[in-house]
């Protein structure tokens, strides 16, 4: 698999050189509390307030391109960007955000190849997402928990997806109150393995990129993916375990992950 940096710490992503790297607003408000982005928080401030509207709206967005373009300056492949979550229902105005977006990464030199555009896995995101590519805006569906979700996202023809495993994990075990799961049985790489194995097994080319880990055995039983987006701290944890992250991480994740008994057969 590829290694995909999930943060917007451009001190992490030096570290760990992953090929790529994904953003949210959550990772965003954490980076930008980070001293070296405090000129850019400053000038996106400014500028929304010259560009009128929704100051705080527009200040994100202008931050989320400039950490994206630092970002672009060390990591050799894409950088993901949201598109505001408050949009998930609404196509338009979700084709509209990522276009804009994008026309901000371009003013900034930044070529749209470089970027995919975040959208939440909802029929209104995937039609965006839908919408979007044809103009060669490329997507990354995310939040996406089901192998039907899977299938409209490769259907659709986005570049990625990113289904989740970690959020998996987590409802699982507050809805079973259980704790006891290993890798072999955790819901979240079960969910992920199928979603691979079936795309793979139609030949479709959307990129699988298993997201939301929370620990490296989770990691670990996926490697084989087409990429894993990690965050720094499990990033460390796996080099700790190694001495050094590799290249990418090697392993066939359809033999590493074969539950007892198939999920097809459940
Ligand atoms: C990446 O694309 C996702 O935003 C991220 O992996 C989500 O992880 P979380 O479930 O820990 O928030």
Redesign the pocket.
Known sequence: SLVVA?TGDIEAIRRYQPQDA???P??LYKAAQLPQYQQHLKDALAWAEKSGGDVIAQASMKLAVSIGKEILQIVPGVV?T?VDARLSFDTRASVEYARKLIALYEQDGVARERVLI?LASTWEGIAAASVLEREGIHC?L??LFSQCQAVACAEAGVTLI?P????IL?WYKASTGRDDYTAADDPGVLSVTRIYEYYKSRGYPTIV?G????NTGEIEALAGCDKL?I?PQLLQELQDDDGELAEGLGGDITAQSKPEAPLSEA
């Open positions: 999930d994904t953003t949210n959550s990772l993901s949201e975040k990354n995310t939040l990113s989740f495993v970690g959020r987590d990129m997201a939301s880990f929370r987006t965050s």
